[in-house]
């Protein structure tokens, strides 16, 4: 956190981090835990990230071989699920619905 002056609710979340983590490292030593990082090669998350965009939209045709008014439905589609998932604060799921809408858009006029 970076302030000019600490407020009390700074303090106290602070306060809170640190009796949480020296919690955490009572527990880890007295279970002879050593923590690591996750090991993940970069392509793996990439991937896994791809084939989550492709289930969460649920688009199994090409955007080329859809007729405008699939477009327009499936625009339309896409945006109730983006309002949904940002209403649920899931902001990542939204962003990538945005994009795909926006990926649609631009399909459209070039049509």
Request: net charge neutral; charged share 40%.
């Amino acid at each position: 956190m970076y302030a000019d002056n600490m407020t009390d609710s700074m303090r106290m979340a602070i306060d809170e981090t640190n009796r949480r983590r020296e919690i955490q490292m009572r527990y880890n030593e007295e279970n002879g835990i050593t923590p690591q990082t996750i090991r993940k090669k970069v392509r793996d998350l990439i991937s896994i990230s791809e084939k989550a965009v492709k289930v969460t939209n649920g688009i199994e045709k090409d955007y080329e071989s859809m007729s405008k008014k699939e477009l327009e439905k499936m625009i339309a589609q896409l945006t109730k699920k983006m309002h949904t998932a940002a209403a649920e604060l899931n902001f990542e799921k939204a962003a990538e619905l945005r994009d795909e809408i926006q990926k649609i858009r631009k399909e459209l006029c070039e049509e």
